[in-house]
């Protein structure tokens, strides 16, 4: 059974840092596309990030360009969310999702972790 699970959500003061992690267990990690994506209060899930098979490639979300860094551990089974200069409008429910590889969709969700910036 594949199973993600979220952590190192919290809360911060603008301008402020965090580091999310997701580890995966179930999966062949190296094989799966990996993303990060957050939902704000009464928003729609939003995309954030991902990062392909080998850590190579790596795309954002304009809003985030320059602050977070996607990064991943094959050997841990584990993916990093970097996350620099917070702002309030960063505040969401941060979610990990992965998809394997020719699968147009992300497969696997974890539950989620709070991540809330304080003005």
């Known amino acids: 059974q594949v199973q993600l699970a979220e952590s190192g959500g919290g809360l911060v003061q603008a301008g402020g840092s965090l580091r999310l992690s997701c580890l995966a267990s179930g999966v062949t990690f190296s094989t799966y596309f990996l993303g990060w994506f957050r939902q704000a209060p009464g928003k729609e899930r939003d995309f954030v990030a991902n990062i392909n098979w080998n850590g190579g490639i790596a795309t954002y979300v304009d809003s985030v360009k320059g602050r977070f860094t996607i990064s991943r551990d094959n050997g841990k089974n584990t993916v990093h969310l970097q996350m620099n200069s917070l702002k309030p409008e960063d505040t969401a429910v941060y979610y990990c999702?992965?998809?394997?590889?020719?699968?147009?969709?992300?497969?696997?969700w974890g539950q989620g972790t709070q991540v809330t910036v304080s003005a």
């Open positions: 999702a992965a998809k394997g590889i020719g699968s147009s969709k992300y497969t696997y």
